[in-house]
């Protein structure tokens, strides 16, 4: 509707000769008489000249209509006053006075006034009127004859008269004047009798003998139907639409309708329709307050367009009530409700907006957004909410808090403290709440899935974020009459991926709904998308809006330790299982969630040591160094991520253990070597001295020194300086007894004197009553430590042992890593877990794998090598031998040489001197550089010296024939 209609809006003047306001009549000026000021009204009262023109904003009856003036002042209401046929009487409509029953004629008799009249100009000329301003003025009314433009305008009390509408007054009325005036009353008085005349010849309108097709009765809603009846009613209309007259304007965005006649059985009835998508100001009529600010603008903005005018009208609803229709009014120039939202005489209101077709709504938001930029109307002081920080950033989501709040680390920014993390709610949604045990609010149904759906669409993914405003957010629960603390949250249109409102993706499948606000709040600049996405879904009944629950879903939580090692040995069992990391405590311990299984536990790396991170509360405790910094890599590339573990142990607080891996594909990687290769956590030192440390590890953390990476960076200046140079090995003499000799320079060994040997028999004793001598179900991964069966001549006991081999026999090939010996037992009635009091982390292996230094052996299988065994074992076994340990060479073993105190040679030596050993090249031994000590080189040329005598004498190996360098058998050795 726009400024063209054939509707002159309220501000427009109509031509005329003279205003309605004080003007001249016959050259003087009509004053108003003394009176006590009135009360203030809503329009001003005037008092109307001699003869002017003006628009007829309404018509009461057959002889009464409303006539509007020009404005005084741009912001002044338009003065408007009752105009009445001078001398005619029309029958009379119905009112309270006439219990609502129209007189005969009087609806025909209005209804052919208002389809000729309102929103025209007419020509009128004053007879009579009040001597109080706004009194009602009596007179003649002018207006062109549509049938014959060039003649002059009828008068439309004659013409009234002659269709019937009305009856006149004669010889009822005089007035002292000049012989002119005598002569025009004259004039009408003979029009006003013929007309009648011809009237009642004709039998027209009140003449007529036969009833008016038209006569009106009254439906009124609440008494005589329901409004919801209406509106179904109406729905099986042409285009879903009723034309109706609007019969009064209650404020801007309620008004007063009458079905038209033709309608069915819904003609004549009335209701009260509020316009959908808008509100006005009130008016506050019958009541103590004050209007509320445009109120009246509003009112009159659509009385000027709309009252008296007959329109179609579209129902989409109710109110709460359902005492008040719901819908739009068509007007051919446009809707009413969008020309209310530019002007800033009303706001969007969200309530009945949901009601319409979400294709309107736009418009509706363009509007109020033009308005409000503009400062037009009710939007004049309205200031853009002040947004802390950027309005638009973009970064990778860390954590998804709630089902509609995350935190995100912004692009460009190093994660190097929590202040870097930005807390974000998503616009106008509202998710369901996700419980607190520690107040006993249990979760509300479908917050889990929410929050599920919205970590999958955007945890660890790039984010573009765009604030759309800001609320101070009530955090924890207030103390005595304080108000709780609280928070100044931003909400904002999040999108990631292909989608491109994470918020619009949760309404859409029932997850979540849109956020009631007030008129007057800001919202979500796609908040019509989010409306009509929520009313898709509620069509479709999904989620929140269908009648089956979610469910409660409980998970198996193993924070009890005793429930955890009950779980161990099933999880271990298990092998990989996809895992969800819910919370980092440190850089290697977390909680986490298996789906499969249905279980959560905490988790902690295997093999590891990492720093203490600062303490939550209000501990003052500091942070150990790189801390708070593995936290926080955890925290960014694992937290809320899906990751593959596996378990291997359960300590004795009920910490599972493991690996764990992350990405996949190519992408996939050990979190483990990860941590370590950047110096947030390094192998634990008891796994390398006791040399269980896994290579793999190992050769991450040399990386990592060597790039002096995290905690590695502020080495020594001695180790900085040569960072690539390895420790010098030093020679150590110990003595030893032999636990198992695998061939004639391999060997286990027990260092005498050593406790461990002791306490580990002790304990394996105790572990073999406590638990008998069957099996239990057990996962024998190649590696892992177990408890494994062996007789030893008294009877089977329990011994610890590593398993080298799972076979597919059901055997397992396991290493007796307290004596050193190999046997292939039964996985299913041989083999059971290990207590974790027994791993080797807490007490390492009590046999040490030896080899004989600086010679090399047959293997079992050939007679030679055989034969060095059993030398060894006639020179060694049973007895105290001393050991110069060496180093270890490249497979971790002890690199040693073996004395026989009551022996002047060394066993290595011996073996030599027989001919079933050969002495090392010297430059194998210069290739170990500083894995041996400097001086075992030394040792070299007794032992090549022994193998010439050997060789020349024809001992041993040498009794067919030169071997080693010539001989392609050298891997036999």
């Keep these: 509707m726009s400024n063209n209609d054939e509707t002159p809006p309220a501000d427009t003047p109509p031509v005329s000769e003279a205003k309605i306001a004080d003007a001249p009549v016959n050259g003087t000026v009509r004053s108003a008489p003394k009176a006590p000021a009135p009360p203030p009204r809503s329009t001003p009262l005037p008092y109307l000249p001699a003869r002017g023109s003006a628009m007829v904003k309404a018509v009461s009856s057959g002889d009464t209509v409303i006539l509007l003036g020009r404005r005084t002042s741009p912001k002044s209401p338009v003065p408007e006053i009752t105009f009445t046929f001078e001398r005619v009487s029309a029958p009379r409509m119905a009112s309270k006075g006439n219990n609502f029953v129209d007189g005969v004629g009087a609806y025909e008799s209005r209804e052919a006034l208002r389809k000729l009249l309102v929103g025209k100009v007419v020509q009128f000329e004053t007879r009579k009127q009040g001597v109080a301003a706004g009194d009602r003025a009596y007179g003649l009314l002018f207006f062109p004859n549509p049938k014959a433009p060039d003649a002059p305008p009828m008068n439309l009390a004659v013409e009234a008269t002659r269709a019937g509408h009305a009856i006149p007054k004669i010889n009822t009325y005089t007035q002292a004047g000049n012989d002119d005036d005598e002569e025009i009353e004259d004039e009408y008085e003979r029009a006003l009798r013929e007309a009648y ?71 004549f009835a009335h209701f009260t329709l509020i316009l959908a998508g808008v509100s006005c100001p009130r008016l506050n009529n019958n009541i103590e307050a004050p209007p509320e600010e445009y109120s009246r603008e509003a009112k009159s903005f659509v009385e000027t367009r ?49 009601l319409m077709n979400p294709l309107d709504v736009p418009a509706f938001r363009v509007a109020e957004t033009n308005a409000k930029r503009t400062n037009t109307g009710l939007w004049h002081a309205y200031a853009p909410p002040v947004i802390s920080g950027s309005k638009e950033i973009s970064g990778t989501v860390i954590e998804v808090l709630t089902g509609d709040t995350i935190t995100i680390l912004p692009d460009g920014e190093a994660y190097d403290s929590d202040a870097k993390v930005k807390k974000y709610s998503l616009a106008s949604v509202r998710s369901p709440r996700v419980g607190n045990e520690k107040y006993g609010k249990p979760d509300e149904p479908w917050s889990v899935e929410c929050k599920e759906r919205l970590r999958t669409l955007s945890v660890g993914k790039q984010c573009k974020i765009v604030v759309d405003y800001e609320r101070d957010i009530p955090i924890g629960v207030a103390v005595g ?23 619009e993706v949760l309404i859409a499948e029932g997850l979540a709904e849109t956020q009631r606000h007030r008129d007057e709040d800001e919202k979500s600049s796609r908040y019509d998308s989010l409306v009509g996405a929520e009313t898709a879904s509620k069509a479709a009944g999904k989620g929140i809006h269908s009648k089956k629950s979610p469910g409660v879903r409980k998970t198996n939580d193993l924070n009890d330790p005793r429930k955890a090692k009950t779980y161990a040995g099933f999880l271990q069992r298990s092998g990989k299982l996809k895992a969800i990391v819910e919370y980092v405590f440190n850089g290697s311990r977390f909680k986490v969630l298996v789906p499969k299984e249905n279980c959560s536990f ?27 910094e593995s936290k926080r890599h955890g925290r960014l590339n694992i937290l809320q991520r899906m990751c593959e573990i596996s378990c291997t142990g359960v300590t004795n607080s009920g910490v599972i253990t493991g690996d764990l891996w992350i990405g996949g594909g190519q992408k996939r990687k050990n979190y483990t070597e990860e941590l370590i290769a950047s110096g947030l956590v390094q192998v634990e030192p008891r796994r390398i001295e006791y040399g269980d440390a896994p290579q793999n590890l190992m050769e991450a953390q040399v990386l990592a020194q060597q790039n002096k990476m995290g905690m590695w960076a502020n080495m020594a200046e001695a180790v900085a300086a040569s960072p690539s140079e390895p420790k010098k090995a030093t020679e150590e003499v110990v003595t030893i007894k032999l636990s198992e000799i695998r061939n004639g320079s391999n060997c286990f060994a027990h260092i005498v004197g050593d406790e461990a040997v002791e306490v580990i028999e002790e304990n394996m004793k105790i572990f073999t009553t406590r638990h008998g001598t069957s099996g239990a179900p057990c996962e024998a991964r190649k590696n892992s430590v177990v408890a494994a069966l062996f007789d030893a001549g008294n009877g089977k006991s329990w011994y610890r042992a590593r398993v080298i081999e799972k076979r597919t026999n059901g055997t397992a090939l396991v290493l007796y890593i307290d004596h050193g010996n190999l046997a292939a037992v039964p ?92 002495a090392m090249k010297q430059r194998d031994v210069l290739a170990m550089g500083s894995k041996i000590d400097a001086g075992t080189l030394g040792l070299l040329p007794d032992l090549v010296e022994a193998q010439d005598i050997a060789r020349k004498s024809r001992v041993g190996m040498w009794r067919y024939g030169d071997v080693g360098d010539d001989d392609d058998d050298d891997d036999h050795f």
């Design 481 to 503: 009459a304080a108000s709780p603390p609280t928070e100044k949250r931003q909400f904002a249109t999040i999108s990631a991926g292909k989608n491109e409102d994470l918020g």
């Design 306 to 354: 709309l009252l008296h005018r007959e329109l179609d009208v579209s129902l989409c609803g109710t109110d709460k009530t359902a005492a008040c229709a719901v819908g739009t009014i068509h007007h051919p120039m446009g809707n009413i409700a969008v020309e209310l939202l530019k002007n800033g005489l009303a706001r969007i209101c969200d309530w009945s907006a949901r």
């Design 827 to 918: 996985i299913r009635s041989h083999i059971r877990p290990l207590e974790m009091s027994l791993n080797t982390e807490r007490v390492p292996a009590a046999a040490k794998e030896c080899r004989l230094g600086l010679i090399a052996t047959r293997d079992l299988s050939e007679d030679d090598g055989l034969e060095a065994a059993h030398m060894l074992q006639s020179l060694a076994w049973g007895k105290n031998i001393t050991c110069r340990i060496h180093g270890r060479d490249e497979e971790g073993k002890l690199f040693v040489t073996l004395y026989d105190p009551t022996k002047p040679k060394s066993i290595n030596q011996q073996l030599v001197d027989a001919g079933v050993a050969l």
């Design 602 to 628: 905490v988790f902690a790396l295997s093999d590891v040591r990492c720093p203490n991170p600062s303490p939550m509360g209000s501990n003052t405790k500091p942070a150990e160094p790189f801390g708070d």
């Design 197 to 267: 005349n011809e009237a009642q010849v004709s039998g027209v309108g009140i003449h007529s003998s036969r009833p008016s097709p038209y006569a009106r009765k009254i439906k009124n809603s609440g008494d005589d139907y329901d409004i919801p009846e209406l509106i179904a009613g109406t729905s099986k209309m042409n285009k879903r639409r009723v034309k109706c007259v609007i019969e009064y304007v209650f404020d801007g965005s309620r008004v007063r309708c009458q079905v038209s006649p033709g309608q069915g059985d819904w003609q």
